[in-house]
């Protein structure tokens, strides 16, 4: 389905990142995975790949950092060749209420949530409009949509993921470039393994369909966003919640 194709993923050393890049390989794309966590395990992910035998290779990017990032597409693009596929998916909370919430722990969110965004689509778009067309696909998050209390940061940076999603979509329409966002409920994640046991049972009540998603629920929708048959879908923002969000 994606032979022949090249994917960027952000954030892949683990969770969605990674099962995002497991399955965009799988259907047939070469994988560069960036991560800024624990290096092992981002060497992990790209290791498991390569074994299926595709061609994937892990680099360092903190994709906050606008020139490192850029510095990092660079590469990419020198080692495969080029890029079709970008998945914007890296992401950090640091939940608090707004009054005990630090001014740091909201910029650190939105520059890595929303900066890194734009700052991959930026150092990506020309390229993708040299060859005439590309996919992006954001991870935003139904905070974003809905507000989470006690996540004003990180829903604000998940709300501005769907307002850049939706600018660029009309901006690169006429370059046969599509951008779309997607937006998980409760996925089983490190991320969400943070949540006090009580806060997950009341999560859980609430999901019509009464289980955590998983990464690779995620990663399905991904592999279709970039494939063929989504040629004519862009702008859109689609939940992945287990209808949490109804
Ligand atoms: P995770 O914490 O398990 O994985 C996030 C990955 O991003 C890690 O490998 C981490 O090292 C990497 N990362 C963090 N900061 C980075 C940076 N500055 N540069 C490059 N890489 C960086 O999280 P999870 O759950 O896999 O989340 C992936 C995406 O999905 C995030 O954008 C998150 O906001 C979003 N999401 C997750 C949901 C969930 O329930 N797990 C729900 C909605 C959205």
Redesign the pocket.
């Known amino acids: 389905m994606l032979e022949g194709k090249i994917a960027l993923i952000?954030?892949?050393?683990?969770?969605?990142?990674?099962?995002i890049a497991a399955a965009l390989a799988e259907a047939g794309a070469e994988v560069a995975l960036?991560?800024?966590?624990?290096p092992e395990?981002?060497q992990e992910s790209a290791a498991q790949i390569a074994a299926l035998g595709r061609k994937a290779k892990a680099y360092l990017?903190?994709?906050?950092?606008y020139w490192r990032?850029k510095e990092c597409v660079e590469q990419v693009i020198g080692d495969f060749g080029g890029v079709d596929i970008l998945v914007?998916?890296?992401?950090?909370?640091r939940d608090a209420l707004l009054l005990s919430m630090k001014p740091e722990d909201f910029a650190e969110v939105l520059?890595?949530?929303l900066k890194?965004a734009f700052n991959l689509c930026k150092h990506l778009c020309g390229h993708f409009i040299k060859k005439r067309g590309g996919r992006i696909i954001n991870?935003?998050?139904?905070?974003g949509i809905s507000g989470n209390a006690g996540q004003s940061n990180?829903s604000a940076?998940?709300a501005g993921l769907i307002g850049l999603t939706k600018s660029l979509a009309r901006e690169l329409a006429s370059r046969n470039i599509t951008v779309n966002a997607?937006?998980?409920?409760?996925?089983?994640?490190?991320?969400?393994?943070k949540l006090p046991e009580k806060a997950r049972e009341a999560l859980l009540t609430q999901i019509p369909l009464k289980r955590?998603?998983k990464?690779e629920d995620?990663a399905a929708l991904a592999v279709f966003l970039a494939s063929d048959s989504a040629a004519y879908i862009t702008g859109e923002v689609i939940k992945m919640?287990g209808g949490l969000c109804i």
């Open positions: 952000t954030g892949a050393g683990r969770g969605i990142g990674r099962a960036l991560d800024a966590g624990r395990e981002v990017c903190d994709v906050g950092d990032s914007n998916n890296a992401g950090i909370t520059d890595v949530n890194g991870i935003s998050s139904v905070s990180y940076s998940k997607i937006a998980p409920g409760f996925i089983e994640t490190e991320m969400t393994a955590a998603g990464p995620v919640d």
